[in-house]
T-cell receptor
Framework: KAGVTQTPRYLIKTRGQQVTLSCSPISGHRSVSWYQQTPGQGLQFLFEYFSETQRNKGNFPGRFSGRQFSNSRSEMNVSTLELGDSALYLCASSRGLNAGELFFGEGSRLTVL | GIQVEQSPPDLILQEGANSTLRCNFS?????LQWFHQNPWGQLINLFYIPSGTKQNGRLSATTVATERYSLLYISSSQTTDSGVYFC???????????WGLGTSLGVNP
């Protein structure tokens, strides 16, 4: 079966712009979580969605937001981009809210100039 | 919160060598996963192993939950094993995974 699909894979934006990233989970998986990976900070949890509701949230400013649709696909949005938002954004899916095993997509690499 | 420490931070091997990577965690956990991040950034599931031992080909992992550590064994290493190996644990309160900083592995031909 198809894995986790993230789009776009690469994108370049300038400061002040906004960006939307998309994630399609594995078929049958209902939980989607997002992570930011930077060289200095490692993997940082952004948020998790299950049944179209945000269930957990990491320590990121309000510029970072997300949503989940009825088909479990998820989007995350970053507004008013800053240079420090340059990172690899990874999406992971799991079967359910209490199902621990995560499967990751290939990531969306964002560069902010 | 739970702290996750991985060692060693960096490791260079000759092809064919064996290695052991360690993950220590500071509190009891509901689950523990090992991942391999390839040079292109993708995180690949290796093991979901809250306790016990599992093997998959040249890789195996053991988690001793009562002593709060997990080990990842790589035998007969190959150049394709290069990348970063992460350990991540779920402490249960809010279910988000807590990640170690990884072990960067390089395998030379």
């Amino acid at each position: 079966k198809a894995g986790v699909t993230q789009t776009p894979r690469y994108l370049i934006k300038t400061r002040g712009q906004q960006v939307t990233l998309s994630c399609s989970p594995i078929s049958g998986h209902r939980s989607v979580s997002w992570y930011q990976q930077t060289p200095g900070q490692g993997l940082q949890f952004l948020f998790e969605y299950f049944s179209e509701t945000q269930r957990n949230k990491g320590n990121f400013p309000g510029r970072f937001s997300g949503r989940q649709f009825s088909n479990s696909r998820s989007e995350m949005n970053v507004s008013t981009l800053e240079l420090g938002d340059s990172a690899l954004y990874l999406c992971a899916s799991s079967r359910g809210l209490n199902a621990g095993e995560l499967f990751f997509g290939e990531g969306s690499r964002l560069t902010v100039l | 919160g739970i702290q996750v420490e991985q060692s060693p931070p960096d490791l260079i091997l000759q092809e064919g060598a064996n290695s052991t990577l360690r993950c220590n965690f500071s509190d009891s956990v509901n689950n523990l996963q090992w991942f391999h991040q390839n040079p292109w950034g993708q995180l690949i599931n290796l093991f979901y192993i809250p306790s016990g031992t599992k093997q998959n080909g040249r890789l195996s992992a053991t988690t001793v939950a009562t002593e709060r550590y997990s080990l990842l064994y790589i035998s007969s290493s190959q150049t394709t094993d290069s990348g970063v190996y992460f350990c991540a644990v779920d402490g249960g309160n809010n279910r988000k995974l807590i990640w170690g900083l990884g072990t960067s592995l390089g395998v030379n031909p």
